[in-house]
């Protein structure tokens, strides 16, 4: 069975600095996606970023970019030139390459930008 | 945004009692799934549906049925409420007309209240 699972619970940031939040999953595939995913206090959640695994080449989204590490089994998020509206639970999410899609999340990390 | 609606937003009710929760998007995706998002644990899969009357099982299936009579619509039923199904439920779907499944959109979410 497939794991994620995100060891940093809350991390603060001041506005306009980077940030990098930690990921690691655990799987036999080789052939999977990875995502983040922001949930705001308004609970919405929304897809920030997605990562093939066939793929090489680091995913980035504007002021977000990913640092997969296929062989490590890392996937961490860097935010960068954070701001106020970044502030929001982050989640980390895997899903297999094949029919169903479903989704296996990490526990979350609670990110704070402070003005 | 993705058109995903869930209603009831809110819910309290008491242990024992049947509850039905319903999504309704109107994207003609074909897979739908129920998560439930609780502390400490991230979201986790309840059911999924990969068409008209097609269904399966997620990690947290106990105590919960789905069905889906129409492309649209995907219900969730608690035949019988327990405290420990207090929890948010979030509805998603997902596009395969690429033939592939990535991201998943998720719908606003139901705050259930088992007393």
């Known amino acids: 069975a497939q794991t994620v699972t995100q060891s940093q619970p809350e991390m603060s940031v001041q506005e306009a600095e980077t940030v990098t939040l930690s990921c690691t999953y655990d799987?036999?595939?080789?052939?999977?996606?990875l995502f983040w995913y922001k949930q705001p206090p308004s609970r919405q959640m929304i897809l920030v970023i997605r990562?093939?695994?066939?793929?090489?080449q680091n995913a980035t989204e504007n002021r977000f970019s990913v640092n997969f590490q296929k062989a490590a089994k890392s996937f961490s998020l860097k935010i960068s030139d954070s701001q106020l509206g970044d502030t929001a639970m982050y989640f980390c999410?895997?899903?297999?390459?094949?029919?169903?899609?479903?989704?296996?999340f990490g526990q979350g990390t609670e990110l704070s930008v402070k003005p | 945004d993705a058109g995903i609606t869930q209603s009831p937003r809110h819910k309290v009710t008491e242990t024992g009692t049947p509850v039905t929760l319903r999504c309704h998007q109107t994207?003609?995706?074909?897979?739908m799934y129920w998560y439930r998002q609780d502390p400490g644990h991230g979201l986790r899969l309840i059911h999924y549906?990969?068409?008209?009357?097609?269904?399966d099982k997620g990690e947290v299936s106990d105590g919960y049925s789905v069905s889906r009579s129409k492309t649209e619509d995907f219900l969730l039923t608690l035949e019988s409420a327990t405290s420990s199904q207090t929890s948010v439920y979030f509805c998603?779907?997902?596009?395969?007309?690429?033939?592939?499944?990535?991201?998943?959109?998720f719908g606003p979410g139901t705050r259930l209240t088992v007393t």
């Open positions: 998603a779907i997902s596009e395969t007309r690429t033939g592939s499944i990535h991201e998943q959109y």
């Open positions: 549906s990969y068409g008209v009357k097609d269904t």
């Open positions: 990562q093939e695994a066939y793929k090489q």
């Open positions: 799987t036999s595939e080789n052939n999977y996606y």
């Open positions: 999410a895997f899903m297999k390459d094949d029919q169903g899609g479903k989704l296996i």
């Open positions: 994207e003609n995706h074909r897979y």
